[in-house]
């Protein structure tokens, strides 16, 4: 059974792509210079576009580092290697852990300890500022200025009455040198218990202010002390996280997702710093390329609008796209502006699946024996046969396309199936990021004959168009149908009969190959085509076919 849904899914695809492409029979020209083919007039959508030529690049690159310093142990990939998502790619020694880890162990120790001391001295502040703003302590500092105030008294009580008995003898006989300089000692004496006095009742009256300044001050030293006990416990959570973080940290490196690696900076044996760029990851499924484009063709374009990348290499391989980025600053060359566009390529495997999930929807309002409006119209332009087309889509509506398992996000839907249709021979690789895919030889131009040619690389020369007008369902007629005689454009219509008729038509949009019709033909309407050819070739009418129309 997923054989079989397999192939069905794949084969919508690429008749969806077919038909779009107009990638179904036609006429064959043999060697000859000329060949006139009829064609049915159709509605389908027109697109013009701007071409210019870069290379692609790979757009989602990560440099990968390890978590710390140390010393390489194994390098298990080499430049270019494909790997898988949580691989393991390189590796430390494990024998530099244990020193790093007892390391960070003591400097948990010592903070812890300076913490404990933090602890101490904050709580040594605030039992001194609870003491300072207690009664007890007020009092205690009130009843000891007093108790300094009634010492100082006595004192100077003391020191007075000496001096008044060395006073009076020095009246008495003020000649006598001992008399003199007892008096003169008595004397200072009582000026300082004076002044001792003074001091102590000064402080007794500012006993009240004194207490409010030791108060602040203590206030303020407990402040310190919070700040300290809690820089101190920071760093204890420092220390902490440091150890923690050492003994989750990973001692590999891995890769974050499918990809390949593009670049190594690791010897084995050497020492590697922690965040240093040590191997750089590439998703093989995430292409970009820059363009030039000139000044003349810039205001026709904006970020977002869609483009498409056709590589040169193989030339069936046209990739969606879109502008992602327009320099705002243009590149001047011998006097030649131009400006760098960035276009970033879709995935194929979403494009794929987009397209299931568009013919699905297509078959759901469908009646019974009735073709899509993809088969109808190739079946009307003589691309296949209605046997064909009724087998096509019998097989379609029995069919439930495949969606991609849960965690296989990067992977392809179709697993490494292929299949064959009449003459037509389609292959699809095992995932998107080896793109084995093999388009079908004769109907997509050059064929893409090897996995190989297929692959998508750094560096590959692209054509990148980008769409500048797009109208959807008008009125599409062969730009090589229309002639022009007095300014007025003409074509030949088959009429019923088998005759035609030269009957001018009104035009308007034209991408050189195909062009709008406005009036003078209505749809099924058929006229005569002129081709030229120098070679054998065949033709496919692909203008005909519904989507975006491309030179």
Excluded at 44 to 70: C, M, P, R, W, Y
Excluded at 106 to 116: M, P, V, W
Aim: overall charge negative; charged content about 25%; hydrophobic content about 40%.
């Amino acid at each position: 059974m997923k054989i079989i849904r397999t192939t069905f899914a794949f084969l919508i695809l690429v008749m969806t792509l077919l038909i779009v492409s107009g990638c179904g029979k036609g006429v064959r020209t043999e060697e000859t210079e000329e060949q006139t083919v009829i064609q049915t007039v159709t509605r389908g959508n027109l697109s013009l576009d701007i071409s210019a030529v870069g290379n692609l690049a790979l757009s989602q690159k990560e440099t990968l580092a390890f978590e710390l310093t140390g010393t390489v142990k194994e390098v298990l990939v080499e430049v270019g290697d494909y790997v898988e998502e949580e691989q393991v790619l390189a590796t430390l020694d494990t024998s530099e852990r244990d020193d790093q880890l007892k390391t960070l162990t003591r400097a948990i120790e010592t903070k812890d300890q300076a913490l404990l001391q933090a602890e101490i001295n904050y709580q040594n502040a605030e039992d001194a500022l609870d003491r300072v703003n207690s009664q007890v302590y007020a009092d205690q500092k009130k009843a000891e200025a007093e108790l300094e105030v009634a010492n100082a008294k006595i004192s100077l009580a003391s020191v007075q009455e000496i001096y008044d008995i060395v006073e009076s003898q020095y009246l008495d006989n003020w000649t006598v040198p001992e008399r003199i300089r007892n008096y003169n000692q008595k004397k200072a004496q009582l000026d300082i218990a004076k002044i001792v006095l003074i001091d102590a009742e000064k402080k007794l009256a500012d006993v009240s202010v004194d207490l409010e300044i030791e108060r602040e001050t203590k206030q303020k030293e407990l402040v310190i002390k919070k700040s300290q006990l809690e820089d101190a416990q920071q760093q204890l959570d420092e220390a902490i996280a440091a150890l923690e973080e050492a003994q989750n940290q990973e001692w590999n490196i891995t890769a974050p997702y499918e990809g390949f690696i593009t670049k190594i900076n690791l010897v084995e044996g050497g020492t590697i710093q922690k965040g240093a760029a040590a191997i750089v990851i590439a998703d093989p499924d995430e292409f970009e390329a820059e363009v030039y484009v000139s000044e003349m063709d810039i205001f026709n374009i904006a970020v977002g609008v869609p483009a498409t990348a056709k590589v040169d290499a193989a030339q069936s391989l046209i990739l969606p796209a879109e502008v992602v980025k327009i320099s705002p600053t243009a590149t001047i060359q011998q006097g030649v502006v131009n400006y760098t566009v960035k276009i970033k390529i879709r995935s194929i495997d979403d494009m794929i699946i987009e397209a299931g999930e568009t013919m699905q929807k297509a078959l759901e309002d469908l009646e019974p024996g009735e073709l899509p409006p993809t088969l109808e119209r190739a079946v009307e332009a003589g691309r296949m046969t209605r046997e064909e087309a009724e087998e096509i889509a019998k097989g379609m509506q029995n069919f439930e396309f495949p969606e991609r398992p849960e965690g296989k996000e990067g992977e392809s839907p179709f697993g490494g199936r292929g299949f064959a249709f009449g003459d037509r021979a389609f292959a699809f690789g095992e995932n998107s990021s080896g793109g084995n895919i093999q388009f079908p030889a004769g109907n997509l131009g050059q064929t893409v004959t090897s996995t190989s040619n297929f692959q998508l690389r750094e560096g590959l020369t692209v054509t990148v168009n980008i769409v500048t007008q797009e109208i959807n369902d008008v009125l599409l007629v062969p730009s090589a149908a229309i002639t022009m005689k007095g300014g007025q454009n003409y074509v030949k219509v088959v009429l019923p009969d088998g005759t035609t008729e030269e009957r001018a038509i009104e035009t308007g949009v034209s991408d050189w190959q195909n062009t709008e019709v406005i009036s003078g033909l209505i749809e099924g309407d058929q006229v005569e085509v002129t081709l030229t050819s120098s070679s054998s070739s065949t033709q496919s009418g692909g203008f005909f076919g519904p989507g975006i129309i491309r030179r």
